[in-house]
């Protein structure tokens, strides 16, 4: 009789355990609503901010697509969409996949290429011809078919950072992800403990961390900000947009969890 007790007591206790325990989505905030494009604003090189040249940024079927049916050329109009808000210790997360071909003269290395900017300028501080926001990219890739390419690599545009302790001054850093081939969905999640670390997830999967994000005093869309700054680098906070970069592609799910600062 008193074993039969205990194994019922254990059974409620692991119930109400289970009922208590908060749901896995709990504090997540969703940035995109899957109707259209509110809390997002495209700025798109050689347009004034807000100007969607060839309804670039769009919705349909409950996805952000880029797309480019209205572009003969893609003569580098490189495009980024920023969300409203500010963040500085946060986790993000969505999906991305490749899709169709990609728009004539798009640059080669932009197949099937895009990316997650974090730690952004603001977009009004964005020249008109200005290519890409100063941040730190989660660089989003896709498989040609064949062969191996990483995605949730890192670019600099504009910045630097620190790994394993030294100063990384390279535009870009492979990750150690797998290849996605083809139109499927990869999921991304990006950790940013403000100026702490970064760390970036492939579909669960820690492919690359570092730290100390700061702006590259070399870099002549860096050298302003810097200035405006008085002369302070380090990085603790900024903005999130995604990339337009010539081949198109569709982002689903998108969320963010603010953290707390240490």
Known sequence: MHTRLVATLLILVTAASAQDKPPADEGWISLFNGKDLTGWTPKIKGYPLGENFGNTFRVADGVLQVGYEKYEKFNRRFGHIFYK?????????????????????????????????????????????????????????????????????????????????????????????????????????????????????????????????????RDGDAKPLIAARNGEKMLSSGTISLQSESHPCEFRNIKLLPLKAN
């Not at 191996?148 to 910045?159: I, M």
């Not at 990750?175 to 996605?180: C, D, F, R």
């Open 85 to 217: 808000t500010e963040y500085s210790h946060y986790r993000l997360k969505l999906e991305y996949r490749f899709t169709g071909e990609q728009v004539p003269g798009g640059p080669g290395w932009a197949f099937r290429n895009s990316g997650i900017m974090a730690h952004g300028q603001s977009a009004k501080s964005m020249k008109k011809d200005q290519d890409f926001p100063v941040s730190i990219e989660v660089q989003l890739l896709g498989g040609p078919g064949k062969g191996e390419r990483a995605t949730g690599n890192l670019c600099t545009p504009g910045t630097n950072v620190v790994m394993a302790g030294k100063l990384v001054r390279r535009h870009c850093t492979n990750s150690k992800s797998k290849t996605y081939h083809g139109d499927q969905w990869v999921t991304c999640e990006l950790e940013v403990r403000g100026n702490d670390f970064v760390r970036h997830t492939i579909n669960g999967e820690v492919v690359l961390e570092y730290s100390k994000p700061q702006l590259d005093d």
